[in-house]
């Protein structure tokens, strides 16, 4: 997730240098053969042009609206996460018998929700896991396709057996059916993939505008001509490529669903409510975004 303070624009710059690479290159050979070609006599209203960067501004505006709602989605479902992590734990420390296995009992929901956090990140960045992971699964011998869910498996597994009312049973279990929801919902982000005929579509219209952006401008002036034929063309690029990034949230990008940091606020907030002495510190990010 990008940081308000620290916004890196050569970052951005960096990752359409593909694009500006192609629209300068066409913009420069469109200009030269409205300068030195037969084309020269061809002139292109410009109510015409306009008229094509309209239709393209208004399918920018529903592309980079549509990727705002799912990364806007993402972030409202990681959020729930966290609240329900918290709950999850607190209705276990109210509602567990005072025995000797409480505080054990505790841990191994909290280790196991931790685990569960950063997995459920990993998988959806399809990551390999990290070394906390890999150690608790093989420690519990957890070898399963879909391991986020194998884990609040577990949660369920393992409330079965303790000794609570039913009352208190279905309270937490509602609370481990809304973090599988949650779950779902990630897991259904990241599988949808955005249309791609509708980046084609963008992307034709987008060249097109700037194939006769040229022919309706003045030849007296090739830089001036040369110059707005990249700048006008590139700005619908750069909010294409916003979209763009936008609309996957679990890619392991600097605007992706910030889901480590999460997750470590997470595992602290656990650790620290079961008075758990070995919590982690917050990471402080020095980039412009933090993951």
């Known amino acids: 997730m990008l940081l308000n303070k620290k916004i890196s624009v050569l970052a951005f710059v960096k990752l359409i240098r593909y694009n500006i690479i192609a629209i300068c290159s066409y ?37 980079t609206a549509q990727s705002y709602e ?30 000797p296995d409480k505080e054990m009992q505790l841990k191994t929901f909290v280790d196991r929700h931790v685990i569960w956090c950063y997995a459920l990140s990993e998988s959806l960045r399809r990551r390999p896991f990290s070394q906390p992971v890999i150690t608790y699964l093989a420690t519990e011998k957890i070898d399963e396709l879909n391991i986020p869910n194998a884990l609040l498996t577990r949660h369920g597994m ?14 937490i279990d509602s609370t481990i059916t809304r973090l599988c929801d949650a779950m779902g919902k990630c897991e259904r982000i ?5 249309p791609r ?16 952006l040229p022919f309706g401008l003045d030849d007296q002036y090739l830089y001036v001509e040369t110059g707005l034929t990249i700048l006008i063309p590139l700005m619908f690029i750069s909010i294409e490529r ?17 889901m480590t940091t999460i997750s470590t606020t997470i595992e602290i907030n656990l650790k620290q409510m079961t008075g758990n002495p070995d919590t982690p510190p917050m ?6 975004y933090q993951m």
């Open 27 to 63: 913009a420069v050979i469109v200009g030269m053969l409205d300068q030195y070609s037969f084309m020269a006599k061809i002139s292109v209203p410009l109510a015409l042009t306009a008229t094509v960067g309209t239709v393209v501004s208004l399918l920018l505006s529903f592309r």
């Open 70 to 99: 799912r990364w806007w989605e993402a972030r409202t479902v990681w959020g729930a996460i966290v609240n329900d992590s918290r709950t999850l734990i607190r209705q276990l420390m109210e509602f567990l018998p005072d025995t």
């Open 158 to 171: 393992d409330l079965s057996t303790l000794n609570l009312t039913e009352f208190r049973q279905v309270q």
């Open 190 to 194: 990241k599988n949808t993939v955005f």
């Open 197 to 212: 005929s509708y980046s084609l579509l963008v992307h034709v219209l987008i060249y097109i505008f700037a194939t006769l």
């Open 242 to 258: 916003t979209a763009i990034l936008m609309q996957d949230p679990f890619e392991n990008l600097p605007m992706d669903t910030p």
């Open 283 to 288: 990471p402080a990010s020095n980039t412009y």
